[in-house]
């Protein structure tokens, strides 16, 4: 079965970090362009970041432009999404995404 | 930055009838491979976004064949020719020409 599976989300202080997950399977994942799509509660999507097959290339919203980082490990078909600095305004749901196939979603709150 | 911008932002709508919802960009969405990287997705209430359309106007599988999408450049329209009670939900247009940029979405409903 094709899936997406995101880990990591959970409640974090402002100023503090933290490494969302996403895990692949059923389908090559090494030969996908893999986003990262979150949606505020009550709001709409938002595109996140992307990043290419091969890692090499990967390009961001500006509003968290020097604080996510977006990376992958083929080898462990996985979706990782770093992120430092966090504000009240990245709460979310963010969800892995390869455009037809998306996961669950995993929720970030960023509270004191 | 591409923007997309949907119309309208909410649909009441008979079973039955039809429903239409439009969406623009910025820019063109037709790149130098002869794609147009105009994508629809349906989010029900409590579920992640499902495919609907790729590429303007290709039904993604399993997808009902009332649903259709048209268009080219940066006008582009989402019919769906009898609304079922299932079709309830956000509809968003996306696009993926440069990086990507979703519109605000289109929340229908039924009457």
């Known amino acids: 079965e094709v899936q997406l599976v995101e880990s990591g989300g959970g409640l974090v202080q402002p100023g503090g970090s933290l490494r969302l997950s996403c895990t692949a399977s059923?389908?090559?994942?090494?030969?996908?362009?893999m986003s990262w799509v979150r949606q505020a509660p009550g709001k709409g999507l938002e595109w996140v970041a992307s990043?290419?097959?091969?890692?090499?290339?990967?390009h961001c919203v500006d509003s968290v432009k020097g604080r996510f980082t977006i990376s992958r490990d083929n080898a462990k078909n996985s979706l990782y999404l770093q992120m430092n600095s966090l504000r009240a305004e990245d709460t979310a749901v963010y969800y892995c995404a390869r455009w037809d196939i998306w996961g669950q979603g995993t929720m970030v709150t960023v509270s004191s | 930055d591409i923007v997309m911008t949907q119309t309208p932002l909410s649909l009441s709508v008979t079973p039955g009838q039809p429903a239409s919802i439009s969406c623009k960009s910025s820019q063109s969405l037709l790149h130098s491979d002869g794609k147009t990287y105009l994508y629809w997705y349906l989010q029900k209430p409590g579920q992640p976004p499902q495919l609907l359309i790729y590429?303007?106007?290709n039904r993604f599988s399993g997808v009902p064949d009332r649903f259709s999408g048209s268009g080219s450049g940066t006008d582009f329209t989402l019919k769906i020719s009898r609304v079922e009670a299932e079709d309830v939900g956000v509809y968003y247009c996306?696009?993926?020409?440069?990086?990507?940029?979703f519109g605000q979405g289109t929340r229908l409903e039924i009457k």
């Open positions: 059923g389908f090559t994942f090494s030969s996908n362009w």
């Open positions: 990043i290419k097959q091969d890692g090499n290339e990967k």
């Open positions: 996306m696009q993926s020409i440069q990086f990507s940029s």
């Open positions: 590429e303007v106007s």
